[in-house]
């Protein structure tokens, strides 16, 4: 099978992608480097088992875009199975007939590399393939290119010494500008480590190699063999010698009196052969690349890069899924979990103008990217710069004498770069990755248990300024010297091994656990100004604090020239980190592109963040979608243990050492970044104010249930219930809220209708309104529910308006003043509460409008709500509403606490002497000459002789009437001269009889005249025959009107200027001023000081008053 790089020495060649192939089932979605835990039952396989950086890199190589005519001639792709399918053998699941030949991938279970029959036929049996739902994605092998760092100015260069290791100013250079190994050579050597030289090969038969060369481990990933000696791979009669030098700087054999000296001159250098121009690999470059990096992992303690992408300026140079997968697994589980070191060269396309963060290999956070500079200290011409470069070694300019080069191992014999076995010239970020690579040899030989993270924090804190007048330097917050094209500076082999041997003691009480943040996408959506130094900023705060070692900035920008944009990245404390700087870079957009950061190493996350974003080159524009950040790192100390750590308390204001700065019961941390209320509800709070919403509530206790009313209540809401009235007020009762406690989570603690707030604030609002108890439904415990009270008038704190008849509808009741009094003992209140209870309106006598008082109706059985006043309740053949008309006459009219009732004779005793008055007046009438009490109308009357048998009595008025009614029943047993009913003669003089013809008739004196209703037949009366006789004078109305059984019988007009007149000093009862005796039966004879209306005289007509008070309401038992 025919193996997938050719021509891997070559440039990458850029190609116009137009055509998709995403699979339709594969999540487009951008991922994050978010740590997630995923359990699975069966074997790791498949998808779900890759880490989210793994299957973003499968995504952007499933999602690119190709050219349609490309698509159709590739023979080589790669698939990946489903997680249901990735543990199948290939031949299970599809028909291989098409397939030329087929593999497993080693690195990744559930990928397969297929080799079709025919470009035209690999495309249509992947779709069709894709259709099963067996597979998650696939793509083509593209046959991606990789360059070695080695770019050779002259072939002819002779040197005797190596500079690099010790400059002390030979060659004219700057004595000093050297790896400084010297001191650290006094005690390690290398001894021990394990070095990978993943290159073009290595020839382990030059005799400064063949030493320390381990041929067991070493592995031919190009030939798939053993065998890492190199060849002949582009035809130019000399073997590939780039890995033989790179050998050479890290681990040629030293003190042997041969050759040159390597840094590690005594470690073990294991060769591994991937970067070729011929190979015969049956694997894919991404997975030939994989396996390369974790190529022993068990043993290998160092892996040296100095190849990468293109440096051509117009390459973003991706890193494909298993690559990034086998970095994670070399960090992650190389040297028996301390992790593999993998050292990379940070690129030589510096005069083009390339960024080493535009090579996904250098600027991963799980390698070392190294600079050159030349041996006068100063940057070569050729090395990338990048907010990602860590540090600087030694190598030469192109244009510089060769005898500045670095010389170093080559072919033995004739065949290699030189007719002897050492290279004159080499160059290049090749060669400074090796030097580091020594250096992190003597680290590792000093103190074996650094972890790969140790490491960089070593060579950071140890590599060493130079180029002093270069303008690129700053302080990073740290205090630290960085600088875009050097990095940190300089490596020093003394100054990282002496602290690489004391590291542990150093940090003892350094917590470096690995931890990461992501501070998740910020959408921009914002066009990108052309030719505008502006450009655009987006910001984001992050809450999170920890120490920074690597920042990533993933990034999607649309725009049609990316060589026009710079990116810069400011921390909260104003450290700029310059991602990327315009270029001549052509090509389009950055999807998805990661930018590392080692600028902000040790600074701490916490603060506002800002990504600038702007196009300084005028001709095409862009727009900016959104970005994305991730902190990887370690703690920062929280001294107090408060889960916030100490960097965020200086910035927030807190105490380091005090766990509740406001006291409060929550820790700082849980306030700032939230906690739990005990109902699961999540809060942020005010971690220096112990009452965050000033609601005189502790936040804990808001949170925590520990108050009186054991209420959960909102820390940042000071109502929680919305009530109006503060938790505080409603928790503990304070004197703002008069004292009560009430509940914080309902408005209406008391269920009662009323706000808790109305019932405590409502006279502040309304004067007119009363206050009431909002913990309880009935304040005052009357009965009525508070709301019914303040709705209708009443005091909800006064018990006494339950019994209270608001509005006196009783039963013989009346208003006085401002009360409702009971006018004699068969008096009835129909209090407020009866009202309540049974529905009516207490501030309304006649509830239903039906004519009746609801009192009346009540106590008569009758519903008050219900107008049923044309009912007959008691089937009595008259209506109810007739029914109390004749019950006013016995409650109102007849009502000894009428005023207007001056005498009422109702003759009921058997006294022999005098007739009773039933009014309170006691209006005594004196038996004269025989009357006899007897059987009457109702009970007893008086039966008068008419000769002379009579009653008197002193005058019933303190002055004389000037409005008037009388009335009686009366039985004629024989007609007399005119026999009076009844007459006045103190009180004004008037005669109510019957003159002997029979005729009714009712004379008044007045004006010193006298009147006298007219004869009618109406008035007539039969001997023998109960008679209800009434009559009124009304001065008011000047007139005077007679009534028979209830009917205005006669009436006469008295002169407006007249008035009656007095005589005498008696009043009579059978007999008149001047003896006019009446022969016959009288009963019920009243006097009142008012003149009645006709329905008052047809009411006094139609019964016996007493025995209908005492049938309505008391029918029902």
């Not at 339709?24 to 790791?44: A, G, K, M, Q, R």
């Not at 190994?181 to 382990?204: E, K, M, R, T, V």
């Not at 979990?337 to 103008?353: C, I, K, P, R, T």
């Not at 080499?426 to 490491?455: F, K, Q, Y």
């Amino acid at each position: 099978m025919e193996h997938f790089y050719q021509n891997m020495k070559s440039q990458f060649v850029l190609l116009l992608f137009v055509t998709s192939i995403v699979a339709n089932h594969v999540d487009l979605e951008p991922y994050h480097s978010d740590d997630v835990v995923i359990e699975i039952e069966d074997s790791v396989c498949g998808p779900h088992s890759f880490s989210n950086n793994v299957k973003a890199a499968f995504l952007k190589e499933i999602n690119r875009n190709y050219l349609n005519s490309e698509l159709y001639k590739l023979k080589d792709w790669i698939i990946i199975l489903g997680d249901n399918y990735c543990n199948e053998d290939l031949p299970n699941l599809f028909d291989l007939s098409s397939l030329d030949d087929y593999h497993s991938m080693r690195f990744i279970n559930g990928g397969w590399l297929v080799n079709f029959n025919s470009g035209e036929l690999a495309y249509s049996v992947l779709n069709d393939w894709e259709k099963t739902e067996k597979l998650w994605g696939f793509y083509p092998e593209m046959g991606k290119k990789s360059v070695l760092r080695y770019e050779p100015n002259d072939p002819f260069y002779i040197s005797g010494d190596q500079w690099y290791l010790h400059n002390y100013g030979q060659k004219n250079g700057t004595s000093g500008v050297d790896i400084n190994p010297q001191s650290a050579w006094d005690n390690y050597d290398g001894n021990g480590i394990y070095i990978g030289i993943i290159d073009d090969g290595l020839d382990y038969n030059n005799p400064d190699l063949s030493p320390n060369f381990v041929s067991s481990y070493s592995y031919d990933y190009c030939d798939d063999d053993t065998d890492v000696m190199p060849s002949d791979s582009n035809n130019d009669t000399e073997l590939d010698w780039h890995g033989t030098a790179v050998a050479g700087i890290v681990s040629a054999k030293g003190n042997n009196s041969v050759g040159i000296s390597g840094i590690s001159y005594n470690s073990e250098i294991v060769g591994i052969r991937l970067i070729a121009d011929k190979c015969n690999s049956e694997f894919s470059l991404d997975e030939s690349e994989a396996l390369a990096l974790t190529h022993r992992i068990e043993d290998i303690d160092i892996y040296v890069n100095s190849w990468g992408p293109s440096d051509d300026g117009i390459t973003l140079g991706h890193i494909g899924p298993l690559a990034i997968s086998a970095l994670e697994q070399g960090v992650t589980e190389g040297r028996d979990g301390l992790g593999s070191v993998y050292v990379w060269a940070a690129g030589n396309g510096h005069l083009n103008q390339d960024n080493s963060n535009k090579d996904a290999y250098a600027n991963s956070r799980y390698t070392i990217a190294a600079g050159a500079i030349n041996w006068k200290g100063e940057r070569t011409d050729y090395s990338e710069s990048g907010s990602n470069v860590m540090l600087v070694a030694p190598s030469s300019n192109n244009t510089y004498p060769s005898n500045s080069a670095i010389f170093s191992t080559d072919i033995s014999g004739t065949n290699g770069n030189s007719s002897t076995d050492y290279l004159e010239f080499m160059n290049g970020t090749s060669a400074s990755a090796p030097m580091v690579a020594g250096v992190i040899g003597l680290m590792l030989e000093a103190e074996p248990e650094l972890t790969w993270r140790d490491i960089q924090h070593i060579l950071i804190r140890t590599s060493q300024k130079i180029d002093h007048s270069d303008e690129g330097w700053f302080k990073t917050y740290e205090g630290r010297d960085f600088n875009h094209n050097y990095g940190y500076g300089l490596v020093d082999a003394t100054r990282a091994v002496n602290l690489a041997k004391n590291w542990k003691n150093i940090t003892s009480e350094i917590d470096f656990t690995d931890m990461s943040y992501n501070a998740g996408i910020v959408d921009v959506n914002k066009f990108i100004f052309d030719a505008n130094d502006l450009g655009r900023t987006s910001e984001i705060y992050v809450n999170k604090s920890m120490n920074i070692e690597t920042v990533e900035v993933e990034v999607n920008i649309s725009h049609a020239y990316r060589g026009d944009l710079n990116v810069f990245l400011e921390s909260p404390n104003g450290i700029v980190s310059e991602l990327v700087r315009q270029s001549k870079d052509n090509g389009s957009n950055y999807y998805n592109w990661k930018f590392t950061s080692l600028v902000h190493w040790d600074e701490n996350s916490f603060g506002l963040w800002k990504l600038k974003v702007n196009d300084t080159d005028a001709g095409t524009a862009g727009t900016w979608n959104n970005w994305n950040m991730t902190f990887y790192g370690y703690p920062e100390k929280d001294s107090d243990s408060d889960g916030l750590p100490d960097y965020a308390e200086s910035v927030i204001g807190t105490g380091p050492n005090n766990p509740d700065w406001d006291n409060d019961g929550l820790l700082d941390g849980e306030e700032y970044y939230g906690w739990s209320d005990l109902q699961g509800n999540f809060h942020y709070t005010d971690l220096k104010d112990f009452d965050s919403d000033d609601d005189d509530v502790n936040d804990w206790y808001e949170g925590r249930e520990d108050n009186i009313t054991r209420s959960i209540t909102d820390p940042n809401n000071n109502d929680t219930d919305g009530d109006g009235i503060l938790d505080g007020c409603e928790i503990y009762g304070l004197d703002d809220c008069d004292n009560f406690i009430t509940n914080p989570l309902s408005v209406d603690t008391d269920g009662d209708g009323i706000s808790d707030y109305d019932e405590i604030f409502a006279n502040l609002l309304e004067p007119s309104k009363y206050r009431s108890d909002p913990t309880k439904l009935d304040t005052d415990s009357d009965g009525m529910p508070d709301p019914y009270e303040i709705a209708n008038g009443f005091h909800p704190k006064i018990q006494a308006d339950g019994s209270q008849d608001s509005d006196c509808d009783g039963v013989l009741v009346k208003v006085q003043g401002l009360d409702c009094i009971l006018l004699n003992e068969n008096s009835l209140r129909f209090t407020n509460l009866q009202e309540y209870l049974r529905g009516t309106d207490p501030n309304s006598q006649d509830s239903d409008s039906d004519g009746m008082p609801d009192g009346w109706e009540f106590y008569s059985g009758l519903n008050p709500v219900v107008q049923d006043s044309h009912l007959d309740l008691d089937n009595d053949t008259i209506s109810n509403m007739h029914e109390y008309d004749n019950f006013l006459i016995d409650s109102v009219i007849f009502s000894q606490t009428n005023p207007e009732l001056r005498a009422y004779w109702r003759f009921d005793t058997f006294d022999t002497v005098f007739a009773i008055d039933s009014t309170l007046n006691s209006n005594f009438a004196l038996m004269a000459n025989g009357p006899i009490k007897g059987p009457a109308k109702f009970t007893n009357g008086i039966y008068c002789d008419g000769e002379s048998s009579h009653l008197s009595m002193d005058s019933i008025k303190n002055t004389k009437f000037t409005e008037y009614t009388v009335q009686s029943w009366v039985k004629l047993t024989n007609y007399t001269n005119f026999g009076t009913i009844f007459g006045t003669a103190t009180d004004g003089r008037t005669w109510l009889g019957i003159d002997s013809e029979g005729f009714i008739q009712f004379r008044v004196f007045a004006g010193n005249k006298l009147y006298s209703t007219p004869l009618e037949n109406d008035t007539k009366a039969v001997l023998d025959v109960w008679y209800h006789v009434a009559a009124t004078y009304s001065e008011t109305e000047n007139s005077l009107r007679l009534y028979v059984n209830g009917t205005l019988a006669t009436n006469a007009t008295i002169s407006p200027s007249h008035s009656i007149k007095t005589t005498g000093s008696k009043n009579y009862i059978c007999r008149g001023q001047n003896g006019d005796y009446l022969n016959g039966t009288v009963d019920n004879i009243a006097v009142w000081e008012r003149s009645f209306s006709e329905d008052e005289i047809r009411y006094l007509d139609e019964t016996e008053p007493s025995a209908r008070l005492r049938n309505m309401l008391y029918r029902q038992g």
